[in-house]
């Protein structure tokens, strides 16, 4: 670890006036001004491992669902999780110096700030997806791991969520909590290995058609299906086209069908099928099928929170533990419907928290088992070491209860508790489907959605614009939220709610009403109180 060698190797901003933020997904822009933020990302992460103790950090190169001329960039924390809150105004703070004597001015009160000893030897682990940008940005990356003498490996191609799983396993190798063999291998043996045990003795469903973006799910999805007979899961991947310049998520993945509430064009679809999407690194998922009448219909993160919820709270009944409480977070987007099923039907308990994945995870962390789903389909469960143990330690007095128990003993292997996982949550719905001999209409059956439209609204400042009550409420600018409280009152089952969004520039509209004229109206009447 040398400043004078992070002082002279610093890579030159691309443009003067960028300004570099790490926000809810890491630092993410288009790739061309993302050079000096790699450099600068190795030197963080080397900080971030010396204050742990040495623990292994990751850093994932990725946009996600974002076009292919993006690119972004995030760390793990030693559990998989995602960098701790407090550290982001670091890497903001670094990202932004633009000359070695700031940058080593920046590190220089990271070090006395966190009390870290420069000499404690650092670990990272690093991949990406299948950008076309993304081998000139590892080379930076590995520039400033390198003058921070941190010892580094990089993984290469990976989903998100392996790379989530690797540096878990790595931590906790050796441990009483060992979460697994850090390999793309032990990846696969793991979640191979509990789906068999999920669905033994249940006959395998229909075929599953999965797009996968055109990005790096479709290569590990090709190579985890190895590890399963064809008898045992039956997948048809489409939209695999990862060498193809320019097909990244174009028409394409979880956030196409999401947003557009359509199948991608490349899909041929039939009544009966059954279709899921991933995004571009393979951390979200979501379902989708046509009826009967040829309809679109669109099972999302909160039909597979909700699915998760009921299959779990049955089984945990059945094997007779009830000490084990499960609860469900959401997040404002959530349809309403989802919510009034959970609340009124599940009987479930839902907290609502801020958009974004940390806040989503730390809440469902203070439940025996938590639930948690965006509903654009990044969501997964955490079980708590109490509950671990529970499943674990408690003794089967029939053939029933028995079976309960080894069923959440298989979720607990089969569900990726890092992070959200396309693959992992397929199969996890893929369980529940199986092990209720559901057609995806079947699954549908829970609610019915209240129509609803999500709207990009651009504005000129899109920072003046503050919520609280989990980003419910406008506080900032004043006379805001009374206004869209006024125009909401005028719809039926009408609930809509305005924010920043802290991943593109614009604010985002979210809108809901009994019908879909009401509900285009009422986004229409919001977004134009917000213009
Ligand atoms: P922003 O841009 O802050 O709305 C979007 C998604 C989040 C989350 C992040 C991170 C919506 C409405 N928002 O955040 O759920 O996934 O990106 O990628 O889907
Ligand atoms: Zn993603």
Redesign the pocket.
Known sequence: FSLESIKNNIVPHKYEDFVYAY???GFRSKAEVLDSVMYIVGILAALRSKKLNGATIGVMITA??NPEEDNGVKLVDPRGEMLEQSWEGYATKMANAKDGESLVQAVNEIISAQKINIETPASVIYGHDTRPSCPDLVKHLESGLQVSGAQAKNYGVLTTPMLHYLVRCLNTAGTSDAYGEPSAEGYYKKLSDAYKTAVKGYARLSPLTVDCANGVGAIKLREFIQHIPEEILATNVINDQTTTLGALNKNCGADYV?TNQRAPPTATIAPGDRFCSYDGDAD?IVYYYVDKDNVFRLLDGDKIAGLAAMFIMELVNDAGIDSVKVGVVQ?A?ANGSSTRYLEKVLKVPVSCVA???KHLHHEAEKYDIGVYF???G?GTVLFSPAALNTIKTTEAKTPAQNRALQQLSALTELINQTVGDAISDMLLVETILTNRQWSLDAWDQAYTDLPNR?VKVVVADRTIFKTTNAERQVVEPAGLQAEIDAIVAKYSNGRSFV??????DAV?V?AEAASRAETDELAYKVAQAVY
């Not at 924010?499 to 593109?504: D, M, N, P, V």
């Open positions: 926000g809810t997904a996600s669902h999401k979200r997040t987007y958009t974004g994945v965006e509903a654009n990044h999500l924010r920043a969004s802290g991943t593109e985002r979210y």
